[in-house]
Nanobody, 126 residues
Framework: QEQLVESGGGSVQAGGSLRLSCAASGLTSDYYCMAWFRQTPGEEREAVATIYTDGDHTDYDDSVKGRFTISLDNAKQNVYLQMNSLKPEDTAIYYC???????????????????WGQGTQVTVSS
């Protein structure tokens, strides 16, 4: 059974950095999109960054371009989100998600993703 487990969240001051990890297990395909989403109370879950299984095709929301980097490890079982120059508006619960796909055009819509982690809290103070 597929399982995603996030870690690495925490509290940091503005301008600081955090690295989120998502450990995937039970994967049954080599072709997938993985994504990081975030959600604040009362708001919809929004895509922060996506990456295709080849590790070469990535996409970022404009709000994090140049500050966040998504990556896969060599075994392609873990996805990371390096977050630099954090801002208070980055405060949210961050989730990783997976979608089996033969297309490297990974969607940003939350309802396209089939399996989710439990989330990890990121808090950025000013």
């Amino acid at each position: 059974q597929e399982q995603l487990v996030e870690s690495g969240g925490g509290s940091v001051q503005a301008g600081g950095s955090l690295r989120l990890s998502c450990a995937a297990s039970g994967l049954t395909s080599d072709y997938y999109c993985m994504a990081w989403f975030r959600q604040t109370p009362g708001e919809e879950r929004e895509a922060v960054a996506t990456i295709y299984t080849d590790g070469d095709h990535t996409d970022y929301d404009d709000s994090v371009k140049g500050r966040f980097t998504i990556s896969l490890d060599n075994a392609k079982q873990n996805v990371y989100l390096q977050m630099n120059s954090l801002k208070p508006e980055d405060t949210a619960i961050y989730y990783c998600a997976i979608l089996w796909s033969y297309s490297f055009n990974c969607p940003r819509a939350a309802n396209a993703y089939t399996n989710w982690g439990q989330g990890t809290q990121v808090t950025v103070s000013s």
